[in-house]
């Protein structure tokens, strides 16, 4: 069973950092487009950060205006994790963090265009 297992999360205060993983099951994900969608409470999910697969190792990396410059998605030498790096947090990044794959390999911001989901973790920014 495919599977996307998350780690990380939790409590932080406003400016600080936290480090989200995401590891497949399926050594096949590393040429899939893999990434992290937010939903906060009463919101729709929304795109953050997604990689996508260009040969090799190699990734294009594609950003949320309201993240760039504050989080780094990254993936590993294998291509089966995806780790999400937020830095500078803000109370309005509170939400629930999901893990995300692609088949496809786009590099959709649309949420629709994922065929794999993890569980979801909490990401809580206090002010």
């Known amino acids: 069973q495919v599977q996307l297992v998350e780690s990380g999360g939790g409590l932080v ?38 990689t996508k697969w260009s040969g090799g190792r190699t990734y294009y990396k594609y950003y949320a205006s309201s993240v760039k410059g504050r989080f780094t998605i990254a993936r590993n030498s294998a291509g089966d994790t995806v780790d999400l790096q937020m ?19 786009s590099d959709s911001f649309y949420s629709k265009d994922y065929d794999y989901w993890g569980q979801g973790t909490q990401v809580t920014v206090s002010s």
Do not use: H, I
């Open 87 to 105: 830095n500078s947090l803000k109370p309005e990044d509170t939400a629930v963090y999901y893990c995300a794959a692609q088949s496809a390999n």
């Open 13 to 50: 205060q406003t400016g600080g950092s936290l480090r989200l993983s995401c590891a497949a099951s399926l050594r096949t994900f590393s040429r899939y487009a893999m990434g992290w969608f937010r939903q906060a409470p009463g919101k729709e999910r929304e795109f953050v950060a997604t």
